[in-house]
Structures are given as C-alpha cells and as structure tokens.
C-alpha cells in the first residue's frame, strides 16, 4: 500500500523560504499527479496547487508567485518550495496522491502532515 | 475561482440519526465533487469521489449525491466513529476549492 509521508523544517523565519518534502513508498512517483494542500491551525483545508506525473503544476493563484512544485524521480519524492514566507503561511502542509481525471482527480492518500510554524 | 458552500458549519447529532450535509457551487461542477471527512489533529480521508462513488472500504452508511451545483453528504446511522468534520472540495477547474468544513458533534 503505497504511504506519504512529509518532512520539513518545522521552524521558519519570516521572510524566508520553505522547503518540503514529501517522500512516497509502495509506488512511483511518475505514476500519478500529487496535490500539496494547507490547513492553518483551526481553519480549513487550502489547497496550494498539483504536480502530474509529466511535471506539468498547476498553482492556486495566490501561491502562483512564491511556489514551486517538482517530482524527483530518482528519490521518488515530490518537493514544495515557498518563498517570501509570513505569519499567515503558518500551517499543516500536507502532500496527497490524485486518482485520476475520471475519478475527480480526489486525494485519496495523504501523508501524516508536517507542522510548519513561521516566527521570528 | 468556484466558491464551494457547505451548510451548515456545524451540527449536533445522535448516534443513530440521519445526518446531511450540503455543498452548492457557485457555478456548475458536473460531477467533480469529492467528499472527505478529517478528525481532530489527523490527515483528512476521502470518503467519496465523483460526487456519488463510495471509495473501497468506506462504511456504506455513507453516500452522495448530487450534480451540476448541488450536493449531499448522508450519514444513513450515525456511528460513533463519524464525529468529525466533513469537507467537500471541487476539482471541475483549478484552483480546486474547498467547502469550508461541517463539524459533526455529538448531541
């Protein structure tokens, strides 16, 4: 059974840049697209943006100018960059795997989530 | 951006009970409507994908319905395992949005 699972830095400062990862077992990395979503301690569900299995992303449109989203295939693990970080990109980041197009492109498996927390 | 709609926030509910939860679109969304259910300080899950397809090993208590803008989330008998909070997400055109979550408690 394919699993995710997220790794980051836990601790940002504001101002600088975020690097995740969210490393896959039980399966291929080119096999699938990925989603990387956000929920701020308390809130809701944010969904950042998706990578298919050809590289192709596609970015919500606030991130649009800060994020980066990449697949390496010979780590089998997806990456997220975030840049120009603030308070208000503290959150749980997760990763999740997409069933295809004709399965409505669903995340049905996530990773456990990594806490991150911008502050000074 | 399609704003996603779900009503109401939160419910109070017995074990046993019937429970709906809806999601309306601002605009149509054919059939891309996922249903996920997330507990306290865990990963959410997918319940149903599609708007009305069960994902393998999900309670059948479960079920969803709905189209174009309009949806439904049924809890048939309301298990103690339920008590959580429900969220539906859109994926007809990026970005893909989501509700902004029902918490389902107990009564």
Redesign the interface.
Known sequence: QMQLHESGPGLVKPSETLSLTCSVSGGAVTSYSW?WIRQPPGK????I??IDYSGNT?Y??PFNSRVTMSVDTSKNHLSLTLKSLTAADTAVY?CARD?PK???????I????TMVIVSS | DIQMTQSPSSLSASIGDRVTISCRASQTISLYLNWYQQKPGKAPTLLIYTASSLLSGVPSRFSGSGSGTDFTLTISSLQPDDFATYYCQQTYSPPRTFGQGTRVEIK
């Not at chain 1, 809701?44 to 969904?47: A, R, S, V």
């Not at chain 1, 004709?102 to 049905?108: H, K, L, P, V």
């Open positions: 989603s809701g569900l944010e969904w943006g998706y596609n919500n449109p997760y069933r004709w399965e409505g492109d669903a995340c049905d996530w990773g456990q989530g």
